[in-house]
């Protein structure tokens, strides 16, 4: 028989009654029944931690409960499920990221050990997310997702410190030194291109478009837009504060100034009969299907299909506001039906940069965008709004 070398995983095999072992050096290993499931996949956790101790024999476990990667990863989505929450208690996209972060991660060691993973099994991690075709941007943020869930665990004593101190020497992956692609630059949306999709796009998402392209709002701002939070004491310009944002866990204020071009995308929702209810988003998906059946019933086709096309989504929810890919999606299918290239929600807010320090200089972009140095007081920031205000009057 060929003799295993030296640094070659063990091999299992069947003994003449029918059990399961191995050699591991010069020791034979039992692992139970061969034709048990269960030993096979004991096996398989063997040769992980055979792996992740250097081709050496894994040592004896050690004492207390051992939880399982597997384990972790469900116990950390629950903990994320009810940890990253908005203020009024909906949940931000969070648990979503963890989840798509874990696949590579329970792939390879659904089975091992919490307290044995190593930096050497981040490693393969990151190597199989490299692999299936993820930015490196994205990669070394799934990875520190992995590191800060190792820290929660050691936080609730469900691990070592010494395992997030081993994984803490990992360094992110650097440009031009990995083979994961780097993602393209965002750009501006051309004037030329923002106008071609607008006689496209349904009245609620046109006014978010436009809303965008003149106040340099992000996206998540104008999809949650609500009444409640928009000041027009001064009719000439009025402040928005949105009541999420990006900065808010940081205790940042964030305001949009609404100019005279901006208050004539917002002015037909305004004057709508009812009134539109203050604490509900503004933009409504259920508006614009609305508006996509009565175009079909005044188009004609006999008017059967319009008509079997209405009573078939009588009954249908709409959700009270667009979401990040529905909000996306119906800019890129109206980029698609304009015959352009296709842009995305975010490039609008760079648009706006572009077109403020054209006409007033980056300060007054800066300003517009609500970008605050590291050393900006309160004072600063007051300042800011000011000036933004003055901005809106003459080009928003």
């Not at 629950?78 to 908005?86: Q, V």
């Not at 995308?265 to 933009?283: E, G, I, S, Y």
Request: glycine content about 6%; some cysteine.
């Amino acid at each position: 028989m060929k003799r295993r070398k030296n640094g070659e995983p063990p091999v299992l095999k069947r003994s003449n009654k029918g059990g399961a072992y191995a050699y591991v050096g010069n020791r034979q290993r039992w692992f139970g029944s061969y034709d048990d499931p269960e030993t096979h996949k004991r096996f398989g956790h063997f040769l992980q931690m055979w792996e992740v101790n250097g081709g050496q024999p894994p040592p004896e476990a050690e004492p207390g409960p051992q939880i399982t990667c597997e384990t972790l990863v469900a116990l950390y989505l629950a903990h994320c499920e009810t940890h990253y929450r908005r203020p009024d208690g909906r949940p931000t996209g969070e648990s979503q990221q963890v989840a798509y972060t874990a696949k590579p991660l329970l792939h390879l060691y659904r089975e091992l050990p919490a307290r044995s993973f190593s930096i050497h099994c981040l490693k393969r991690v990151r190597a199989a997310m490299v692999d299936s075709g993820l930015s490196r941007k994205t990669v070394n943020q799934r990875v520190w997702r992995i590191r800060r869930m190792f820290r929660w665990a050691a936080e609730e004593e469900l691990i070592s410190p010494e395992v997030l101190a081993s994984l803490a020497v990992l360094r992110s992956l650097q440009e031009g030194r990995t083979t994961a692609h780097e993602t393209d630059a965002v750009t501006a949306v051309s004037e030329e291109h923002f106008l071609a999709v607008l006689p496209y796009l349904r009245t609620p998402v046109r006014a978010m478009v436009e809303l965008q392209w003149w106040t340099g709002a992000r996206p998540g701002e104008v999809r949650e837009f609500r009444l409640a939070y928009l000041s027009r004491t001064d009719e000439s310009v009025w402040l928005y504060a949105p009541p999420q944002h990006k900065t808010r866990h940081r205790a940042k204020e964030r305001w949009l100034g609404i100019g005279p071009k901006s208050q004539e995308v917002l002015r037909p929702f305004l004057m709508r009969v009812p009134r539109p209810d203050p604490d509900k988003p503004l933009f409504s998906p259920g508006d614009a299907m609305e508006e996509r059946h009565r175009l079909a019933r005044t188009r004609g086709n006999g008017g059967r299909k319009a008509r079997r096309d209405q009573v078939g989504r009588t009954k249908q929810q709409f959700a009270e506001q667009y979401s990040r890919s529905s909000y996306r999606h119906a800019i890129q299918r109206a980029c698609r039906a304009a015959g352009i290239p296709v842009w995305t929600p975010h490039q609008l807010r760079h648009s706006a940069a572009t077109r403020v320090e054209s006409a007033l200089g980056k300060e007054q972009a800066r300003i517009v965008l609500n970008h605050s140095s590291l050393d900006a007081t309160e004072v600063y920031l007051d300042r800011d709004i000011r000036q933004a205000l003055q901005v809106m009057k003459e080009l928003g």
